[in-house]
């Protein structure tokens, strides 16, 4: 049995730049120790939605950590937001080996990881997922080509 805990949710309107700026500045340590480039790609500067600014971090923060660590030395991370219509598209992507698709299905699942015993709890991903859904958002990801995975979010605008 999963016995899931819910942390209380403080909704309210948040400025998504300035959240992500301060995620990335968080992560400065790990883009340098492996030598990657970032690049970021804002569709404007006052970028709006209903989130709680704590648990929006802690996606943020999960999501590129993870493409932080799948990436290789030298490689690419971005991170991009852009509005479509009467939404918001978050996108994360990464230059590793990819996700297999014996296993993509399985990704978003409780205490399943592929990192190595010590390196993951497996929990990363499904509590990302779990705050997602809890601001009626959604999350996939896709193959980055020529290499690498795609996570893309995507929030109702407020």
Same mark, same amino acid.
């Given at each position: 049995?999963?016995f899931?805990? #819910?942390?209380? !949710?403080?909704? !309210?309107? $948040? #400025?998504?730049?300035?959240?992500? @700026?301060? *995620?990335?500045?968080?992560? *400065?340590?790990?883009?340098? @120790? ?5 690049i970021? /790609?804002?569709? %404007? ?9 704590? !648990?929006? +971090? ?5 999501? $590129? ?6 990436? &290789?030395?030298?490689? +690419? ?5 852009? #509005?479509?219509?009467?939404?918001? !598209?978050?996108?994360?992507?990464? @230059? ?7 296993? @993509?299905?399985?990704?978003? #699942?409780?205490?399943? +990881? *592929? ?11 499904? $509590? $990302?997922?779990g705050?997602? %859904?809890?601001?009626?958002? +959604? ?6 080509? &020529? /290499?690498? *995975? ?6 109702? /605008?407020?």
């Amino acid at each position: 049995m999963f016995f899931a805990c #819910e942390m209380p !949710q403080e909704m !309210q309107p $948040v #400025e998504l730049n300035p959240i992500i @700026e301060s *995620t990335l500045k968080l992560l *400065t340590p790990s883009f340098r @120790e492996k030598n990657l480039k970032l690049i970021k /790609k804002f569709g %404007s500067d006052d970028i709006r939605l209903r989130a709680d600014k704590v !648990q929006f +971090t802690q996606v943020l923060f999960n999501l $590129v950590m993870n493409a932080i660590y799948y990436s &290789p030395i030298k490689g +690419t991370v971005g991170v991009s937001i852009i #509005e479509k219509g009467k939404n918001i !598209q978050i996108r994360i992507s990464d @230059e590793g080996v990819g996700i297999d698709s014996k296993i @993509e299905d399985k990704i978003f #699942e409780p205490f399943f +990881t *592929t990192k190595p015993l010590g390196e993951g709890s497996g929990l990363g991903l499904s $509590v $990302v997922h779990g705050i997602i %859904s809890s601001h009626k958002g +959604t999350i996939e990801h896709r193959p980055n080509k &020529p /290499k690498g *995975t795609v996570f893309i979010l995507v929030f109702p /605008k407020l």
